[in-house]
C-alpha cells in the first residue's frame, strides 16, 4: 500500500477527525491533548487557528501514534506550510485543484469540500480522495448524503461540521466513511472554562459511539456466516 492508501484505510478506520479549531494557540495544544488521550486518533488543526502550523510540528513531533490534518487549507501555499510542518492529511471546505494537485505530487491524503452532487463528482474526478459533505447539517443531514449516495455511491464522503454527538450513527448509517466532530467536543464554554476533563469525555464518548457500532457490525456478520 501507498502512503496515501495507509491513511484512506486509517481514516476510514478511526472514523472519527476530531477538529481543532480554537482562538489560542495554548488551547488547541490542550484539546487535541484531551481528544488524543481518550481515542481519537486523527486530529485536524485548521489554519483558522493562531499558530496553527507550529501546533502541527509539536503535535508530529510529541505523538507518533497521532495523524495530523491541516483544515481549512485553502490554496497550494498552506499545502506546502502543512506538509511542512509535518501534516499527512490537507482538508478543504471547498475543492482547489491547486491543492489536489500539491497532495497528490506529494503523497498527501486530500480531501476536498463540496455541497452540490456536481460539486462532489468534480471533487472526486479532480482527484479528491475523499469528499467532505459541508456543511452536512445544513445541506439536509444524514438524508441527504443517503439519497446522493445512491448514484453517486463509489465517492468516500466525510460528513463535515457541526456533527452532533447524537447523528454520529446516523451519517455512518447513511453511507459516509468518516465524520468532523469539533464543536460538539470542544464546546466553547468548556474551552473558555478550561475543562480539557469535560471536552475528554465527550471525546470518550464518540469513540464509545463508533466502538459500539462496530461490535454491533462484527456480531450481524457472524451471525450471517453461522
Not at 24 to 43: D, M, Q, S, W
Not at 143 to 168: E, N, Q, V
Request: aromatic content about 4%.
Amino acid at each position: 500500500m501507498t502512503a496515501k492508501e495507509d491513511l484512506f484505510a486509517h481514516v476510514c478506520r478511526e472514523v472519527i477527525v476530531g477538529v481543532v479549531r480554537e482562538d489560542k494557540a495554548e488551547e488547541a495544544v490542550a484539546v487535541a491533548e484531551a481528544y488524543r488521550e481518550n481515542g481519537i486518533r486523527t486530529l485536524e488543526i485548521t489554519f483558522t487557528t493562531p499558530d496553527a502550523s507550529e501546533i502541527i510540528a509539536t503535535l508530529v513531533r510529541a505523538y507518533p501514534d497521532l495523524v495530523i490534518a491541516a483544515g481549512t487549507v485553502r490554496n497550494a501555499n498552506d499545502a506546502a506550510t502543512a506538509r511542512r510542518a509535518g501534516a499527512k492529511i490537507l482538508v478543504s471546505p471547498h475543492t482547489d485543484t491547486r491543492v489536489i494537485e500539491y497532495a497528490t505530487e506529494h503523497d498527501l491524503l486530500v480531501i476536498a469540500g463540496a455541497a452540490t452532487p456536481t460539486e462532489i463528482i468534480r471533487a472526486w474526478e479532480a482527484g479528491a480522495d475523499i469528499v467532505k459533505v459541508y456543511p452536512a447539517p445544513h445541506l439536509g443531514g444524514p438524508d441527504y448524503i443517503r439519497t446522493i449516495k445512491g448514484p453517486i455511491r463509489d465517492i468516500p464522503m466525510l460528513a463535515g461540521g457541526p456533527i452532533t454527538l447524537d447523528s454520529i450513527e446516523s451519517y455512518l448509517e447513511a453511507g459516509a466513511v468518516a465524520v468532523n466532530l469539533g464543536g460538539s467536543l470542544a464546546v466553547p464554554d468548556l474551552v473558555r472554562a478550561r475543562k480539557w476533563d469535560e471536552i475528554g469525555k465527550r471525546a470518550l464518548l464518540a469513540c464509545s459511539i463508533v466502538q459500539s457500532r462496530r461490535g454491533d457490525a462484527m456480531k450481524m456478520s457472524s451471525s450471517t456466516v453461522h
